[in-house]
């Protein structure tokens, strides 16, 4: 197997790592009836994150070292593409789903009682709504990545 291959290797399970437990993140903590619930599946919920952060980590360091070692890549549509996308996705996180799940942290933290409150379900529609966007773009990615239409 050549270095390169390798690297092919190491993005496709980087991918399966850190886009697939992204992908159940929303179900994750949707089902959840109780106050009680919902705290277990947040934290459910950060330890997926853990392993999207590595996955996601290695796919830029992965897709852009492929590209360093075959330049004509930078070239083509569907890298380019894909390679934007995936920036613009990664900005998701400190500037838009941070800041809109830091209330839903605080909820949870101060939060008496078991019934969920009706503030939760306004600020996880804000948050789940971005998360909703992050995965449609890395769906599009994923599309770019298979089919590479340009």
Do not use: C
């Not at 852009?64 to 613009?88: A, D, E, H, R």
């Amino acid at each position: 197997m050549s270095f390169y291959m390798l690297l092919v290797t190491v993005h496709i399970f980087s991918a399966i790592l850190g886009m697939g437990p992204g992908f159940v993140m929303i179900s994750v903590v949707s089902k959840a009836k109780t106050m009680s619930e919902l705290r277990t599946a947040y934290a459910i919920r950060n330890r997926l994150h853990s392993y999207v952060m590595v996955g996601g980590t290695l796919l830029l360091i992965t897709g852009l070292w492929m590209g360093f070692l075959n330049p004509s890549l930078f070239k083509t549509g569907w890298y380019v593409v894909s390679l934007t996308l995936f920036l613009i996705a990664l900005a998701f996180g400190p500037l838009l789903l941070s800041p809109k799940s830091k209330p839903i942290k605080k909820l949870l933290q101060s939060y008496d009682g078991d019934e969920i409150p009706d503030e939760y379900y306004q600020l996880e529609k804000k948050l789940f709504l971005y998360e909703k966007l992050e995965n449609t773009i890395f769906l599009i990615i994923i599309g770019l990545m298979i089919i590479k239409p340009f």
